[in-house]
T-cell receptor, first 107, second 113 residues
Framework: RKEVEQDPGPFNVPEGATVAFNCTYS??????FFWYRQDCRKEPKLLMS???SGNEDGRFTAQLNRASQYISLLIRDSKLSDSATYLC????????FGSGTKLNVKP | GAGVSQSPSNKVTEKGKDVELRCDPI?????LYWYRQSLGQGLEFLIY????????KSGLPSDRFSAERTGGSVSTLTIQRTQQEDSAVYLC???????????FGDGTRLSIL
């Protein structure tokens, strides 16, 4: 079983839409959680850390549910520039990356 | 700049040759990771260095792959007797410590002919 599971998508949404991604992780002792963004043929870049209390950064909201072992990312008012692959990352002694969820925002 | 630096950016070599890839982490970062990513695929963990601890080599796909980190800073990933299936982008990342988020270099695009 993979440490981190994500729906690969693609999620095809119109500009202005709200879209949500989830990922699940297998190790209940995982300690820290992140969302990364990867553009085509580029390196992954940190989007935001994820906390149990939930955290928001502009149009992006991340949430952690430790009891159910899942992490979510909500993007409001989608922009064309949000088109990318979103990677869910879990840390327990080392980092574990999900395979990513592809988002296409259409005009 | 102050980011993770990888060299070379691109490497084309013949099957059977050895290659060395270099990573300069962000100054002061104690953790360093190597990953491999084939086109359209997710990140494949290769090896992890944390401070002076023994590296986690559990992701190395074969004994043709090795890595070292000298003086807790620069790291080199060596692939011996390269095969065509080794063609991929090799990414290096570093973090302040094992719990802090990683910062990636631009990667080395390796092509084996």
């Amino acid at each position: 079983r993979k440490e981190v599971e994500q729906d690969p998508g693609p999620f095809n949404v119109p500009e202005g839409a709200t879209v949500a991604f989830n990922c699940t992780y297998s190790n209940s002792a995982s300690q820290s959680f992140f969302w990364y963004r990867q553009d085509c043929r580029k390196e992954p870049k940190l989007l935001m850390s994820v906390y149990s209390s939930g955290n928001e950064d502009g149009r992006f909201t991340a949430q952690l549910n430790r009891a159910s072992q899942y992490i979510s990312l909500l993007i409001r008012d989608s922009k064309l520039s949000d088109s990318a692959t979103y990677l869910c990352v879990v840390n327990k002694e080392r980092f574990y990356f999900g395979s990513g969820t592809k988002l296409n925002v259409k005009p | 700049g102050a980011g993770v630096s990888q060299s070379p950016s691109n490497k084309v070599t013949e099957k059977g040759k050895d290659v060395e890839l270099r990573c300069d982490p962000i100054s002061g970062h104690t953790a360093l990771y190597w990953y491999r990513q084939s086109l359209g695929q997710g990140l494949e963990f290769l090896i992890y260095f944390q401070g002076n601890s023994a590296p986690d080599k559990s992701g190395l796909p074969s004994d043709r792959f090795s890595a070292e980190r000298t003086g807790g800073s620069v790291s080199t990933l060596t692939i011996q007797r390269t095969q065509q299936e080794d063609s991929a982008v090799y990414l290096c990342a570093s973090s302040l410590d094992k719990n802090q988020p990683q910062h990636f270099g631009d990667g080395t695009r390796l092509s084996i002919l």
